[in-house]
């Protein structure tokens, strides 16, 4: 099935974004993936239409980034940094948690299309380890309890709220946002965690500052 | 005497809905735009130089002298100058870019509008990760606010100056923040270094001249525009001035980011931080990211500046400290961050990509006690074929975690061939050892 007219005017908006239309290729994939739950032949093809590309050149790029996937994503994209801080503190313990609860392998998806499990590298979120992504949205502090109770919130479709960040919409939505469509979630959650503002207390309490100009 | 801490970029961070265009006006915000406006571009370029401001991104080099490199306007061959900003935080233990980002995003964003005025880019490009979708709507809502504003568009603040400004999200892949291959992957192409020369000041986005700089590099340029050159080269040391922050990870009671003068101390940043997690003593940590070469209790006194960490024998990178006790077996934080380089070399340069796969296979039999003790003769005669022979330095960081903690901790190595495996338990080092 080839894309709807409606998905090839976004191609076009995104690629007219940038002085040369081949700059578009990446938020233009990210378009594909919210649209078609992954990146089809013809999500490739459309974007090589768009940008006068051959298929092959097109999926020269959609393979060489990790966060493009050609076989279906479910509903909801989980990532467990396992890079070694995260892990150390805790990250191999929850993905080894969550790969038996879930019943999946690495990259992989459950039965019912509800979750795809993946261990991520490092997210910059290194202050709040170990760190799990849910669409890309960080949960901070986790622990095996914590993500498991996560994992099941996100199966039974209940509220979830990231730790710094948005309720949780779905993968899908997420990648239509990297594709540069904002979604109206930007005022939700907090300006930084508690992490981030420790230094800053620490000045408040002890009247640290830069000096005046 | 500079206080301990010096919150400049992080100010502003605890307040209330920080990241909107209002709060960030209220506090002053886009009046350091103004005030560049009213200098000619090169005087800006100057203030900048004078600053002593070193890229953040962690090569260290002087930003306005970065600036300074681009080629003059030549009127026979009119090409567009471009801005790109990188915001593709990926090195492990690094999480600074990513909370500024989301807090302040218009400190980024007004910093991009004085810096493309004073290199005269009418295009400038702010590249982020993909994996940090609140990071990436606050950016575009700070782009569209700061359009709407008439902070960017055409004629800015009746200046005659235009700048356009696109937020433009990676898709995973941590080569691409290296300057070249991130160009590449701003092009739409596989994200894959470029050799240099040329160098972007003279052929970068295009093949146009192009500045690239970190996402902290920039969102300085406004304190330093608006406090003068001086303010900030009077903070930090002599050779790495201003101030910058610090990010404490890993086995320390309050992780988290501590903005302060270049030159404070690991021991400082630790007790400031609470300390080590009780019961547990300091082994070892990175000062800038996992590839700089690791240091251990020794080093605690070493300035966290430029000079002061290469003197010591590692970089100071990004600033980024992860602190591991000794619960935490070298050996295997050393295999995970070697996996994770073998899985993000780009494959162009032989050395780097067999390099990587062959360095893995090595410290996986070490690690599970089925090596040899000429192994680590062999790691460190790989990591010699690997340093200095590609195009860029992720092979050379892949190096530095293994043959530093071969340096310092080659017995732990030797005891995991005695014991026949690792003699460490990871459940002592997890965030709930404690509680449990």
């Given at each position: 099935?080839?894309l709807?007219?409606?998905?090839?005017?976004e191609?076009?908006?995104?690629?007219?974004?940038?002085p040369?239309?081949?700059?578009?290729l990446?938020?233009?994939?990210?378009?594909?993936?919210?649209?078609?739950?992954?990146?089809?032949?013809?999500?490739?093809?459309?974007?090589?239409?768009?940008?006068?590309?051959?298929?092959?050149e097109?999926?020269?790029?959609?393979?060489f980034?990790t966060?493009?996937?050609?076989h279906?994503?479910?509903?909801?994209?989980?990532?467990?940094?396992?890079?070694?801080l995260?892990?150390v503190?805790?990250?191999?313990?929850?993905?080894?948690?969550?790969?038996?609860?879930?019943?999946?392998?690495?990259?992989?998806?459950?039965?019912?299309?509800?979750?795809t499990l993946?261990?991520?590298?490092?997210?910059?979120?290194?202050?709040?380890?170990?760190?799990?992504?849910?669409?890309?949205?960080?949960?901070?502090?986790?622990t095996?309890?914590?993500?498991?109770q996560?994992?099941?919130?996100?199966?039974?479709?209940?509220?979830v709220?990231?730790?710094?960040?948005?309720?949780?919409?779905?993968?899908r939505e997420?990648?239509?946002?990297l594709?540069?469509?904002?979604?109206?979630?930007?005022?939700?959650?907090?300006?930084?965690?508690?992490a981030?503002?420790?230094?800053?207390r620490?000045?408040?309490?002890?009247?640290?500052?830069?000096?005046?100009? | 005497?500079?206080?301990?801490?010096?919150?400049?970029?992080?100010a502003?961070?605890?307040?209330?809905?920080?990241?909107?265009?209002?709060?960030?006006a209220?506090t002053g915000?886009y009046?350091?735009l103004?005030?560049a406006?009213?200098?000619?571009?090169?005087?800006?370029?100057?203030?900048?130089?004078?600053?002593?401001?070193?890229?953040?991104?962690?090569?260290?080099?002087p930003?306005?002298?970065?600036?300074?490199?681009?080629?003059?306007?030549?009127?026979?061959?009119?090409k567009?100058r471009?801005?790109v900003?990188?915001?593709?935080e990926?090195?492990?233990?690094t999480c600074?870019?990513?909370?500024?980002?989301?807090?302040?995003p218009?400190?980024l964003?007004?910093?991009?509008?004085?810096s493309?005025?004073?290199?005269?880019?009418?295009?400038?490009?702010?590249?982020?990760?993909?994996?940090?979708?609140?990071?990436i709507?606050?950016l575009?809502?700070?782009?569209r606010?700061?359009?709407?504003?008439?902070?960017l568009?055409?004629?800015?603040?009746g200046?005659?100056y235009?700048?356009?400004?696109?937020?433009?999200?990676?898709?995973?892949?941590?080569?691409?923040g290296?300057?070249?291959?991130?160009?590449?992957?701003?092009?739409g192409?596989?994200?894959?270094?470029r050799?240099?020369?040329?160098f972007?000041?003279?052929?970068?986005?295009y093949?146009?001249?192009?500045?690239?700089?970190?996402?902290?590099?920039i969102?300085?340029?406004?304190?330093?525009?608006?406090?003068?050159?001086?303010?900030?080269?009077?903070?930090?040391?002599?050779?790495?001035?201003?101030?910058?922050?610090?990010?404490?990870?890993?086995?320390?009671?309050?992780?988290?980011?501590?903005?302060?003068?270049?030159?404070?101390t690991?021991?400082?940043?630790?007790e400031?931080?609470?300390?080590?997690r009780?019961g547990?003593?300091?082994?070892?940590?990175?000062?800038?990211?996992?590839?700089?070469?690791?240091?251990?209790?020794?080093?605690?006194?070493?300035?966290?500046?430029?000079?002061?960490?290469?003197?010591?024998?590692?970089?100071?990178?990004?600033?980024?400290?992860?602190?591991?006790?000794?619960?935490?077996?070298?050996?295997?934080?050393?295999?995970?961050?070697?996996?994770?380089?073998?899985?993000?070399?780009?494959?162009?340069?032989?050395?780097c990509?067999?390099g990587?796969?062959?360095?893995?296979?090595?410290?996986?039999?070490?690690?599970?006690?089925?090596?040899?003790?000429?192994?680590?003769?062999?790691?460190?005669?790989?990591?010699?074929?690997?340093?200095g022979?590609s195009?860029?330095?992720?092979?050379d960081?892949?190096t530095?975690?293994?043959?530093?903690?071969?340096?310092?901790?080659?017995?732990?190595?030797?005891?995991?061939l005695?014991?026949?495996?690792?003699p460490?338990?990871?459940?002592?080092?997890?965030?709930?050892?404690?509680?449990?």
């Amino acid at each position: 099935m080839s894309l709807a007219p409606e998905t090839f005017d976004e191609l076009r908006e995104i690629a007219a974004r940038y002085p040369q239309a081949r700059s578009g290729l990446l938020p233009m994939l990210h378009l594909v993936q919210s649209v078609e739950g992954r990146v089809t032949p013809e999500g490739i093809q459309a974007c090589a239409d768009v940008l006068g590309l051959t298929p092959a050149e097109v999926s020269g790029v959609a393979t060489f980034y990790t966060m493009y996937k050609r076989h279906p994503v479910g509903k909801h994209h989980v990532g467990v940094c396992t890079n070694t801080l995260c892990a150390v503190m805790g990250g191999d313990e929850i993905f080894a948690c969550l790969r038996e609860k879930l019943e999946v392998g690495n990259d992989e998806t459950t039965a019912d299309g509800s979750i795809t499990l993946e261990h991520i590298e490092c997210n910059a979120a290194c202050d709040y380890a170990p760190v799990v992504m849910v669409n890309w949205e960080f949960f901070d502090n986790q622990t095996p309890e914590s993500a498991l109770q996560l994992v099941e919130d996100l199966r039974e479709g209940r509220e979830v709220v990231a730790s710094r960040g948005a309720r949780i919409t779905s993968w899908r939505e997420a990648e239509r946002v990297l594709a540069g469509f904002e979604d109206g979630l930007v005022d939700e959650g907090p300006a930084s965690g508690e992490a981030s503002q420790a230094g800053l207390r620490l000045a408040k309490d002890n009247d640290w500052k830069a000096p005046e100009a | 005497m500079t206080d301990t801490l010096t919150p400049v970029l992080t100010a502003n961070w605890a307040d209330e809905r920080a990241w909107t265009l209002s709060a960030y006006a209220a506090t002053g915000g886009y009046e350091a735009l103004d005030i560049a406006l009213g200098m000619a571009p090169e005087d800006v370029q100057t203030a900048v130089k004078d600053s002593g401001l070193r890229g953040r991104g962690g090569a260290g080099f002087p930003t306005g002298v970065k600036w300074g490199f681009l080629p003059p306007a030549d009127p026979e061959n009119p090409k567009p100058r471009y801005l790109v900003v990188n915001a593709d935080e990926s090195e492990p233990g690094t999480c600074k870019d990513i909370p500024l980002m989301m807090a302040s995003p218009h400190t980024l964003v007004e910093g991009v509008i004085i810096s493309s005025y004073a290199i005269r880019a009418e295009r400038a490009f702010i590249y982020v990760r993909g994996e940090v979708l609140h990071v990436i709507r606050r950016l575009q809502a700070a782009v569209r606010e700061a359009y709407e504003a008439g902070h960017l568009g055409t004629n800015i603040h009746g200046s005659g100056y235009d700048l356009e400004l696109v937020v433009h999200a990676g898709a995973g892949a941590y080569i691409c923040g290296e300057e070249t291959a991130l160009l590449d992957s701003l092009e739409g192409r596989r994200g894959q270094p470029r050799l240099r020369p040329p160098f972007p000041a003279v052929a970068g986005l295009y093949a146009s001249p192009t500045v690239i700089n970190n996402a902290e590099s920039i969102a300085s340029v406004p304190a330093i525009v608006k406090n003068g050159a001086s303010w900030f080269a009077g903070m930090g040391t002599e050779k790495s001035a201003g101030v910058g922050i610090f990010s404490l990870s890993g086995h320390v009671k309050k992780p988290g980011q501590y903005e302060a003068p270049l030159g404070i101390t690991l021991r400082k940043l630790i007790e400031l931080a609470g300390g080590v997690r009780e019961g547990h003593e300091l082994k070892f940590w990175t000062p800038g990211g996992s590839s700089t070469p690791l240091f251990t209790q020794e080093h605690l006194d070493v300035p966290l500046d430029f000079e002061g960490v290469a003197a010591a024998g590692s970089m100071l990178g990004t600033r980024a400290l992860q602190i591991f006790d000794d619960s935490v077996c070298v050996v295997r934080a050393v295999l995970r961050w070697t996996e994770f380089y073998k899985h993000e070399s780009c494959g162009k340069c032989t050395p780097c990509r067999e390099g990587t796969w062959w360095l893995v296979q090595v410290l996986e039999r070490l690690e599970k006690g089925d090596g040899k003790p000429e192994d680590l003769d062999l790691l460190l005669d790989q990591c010699d074929n690997i340093l200095g022979r590609s195009f860029c330095a992720l092979g050379d960081g892949a190096t530095s975690p293994i043959t530093s903690s071969i340096k310092y901790f080659r017995d732990e190595y030797l005891a995991h061939l005695e014991q026949g495996g690792c003699p460490f338990d990871p459940a002592a080092s997890t965030a709930w050892a404690e509680s449990k």
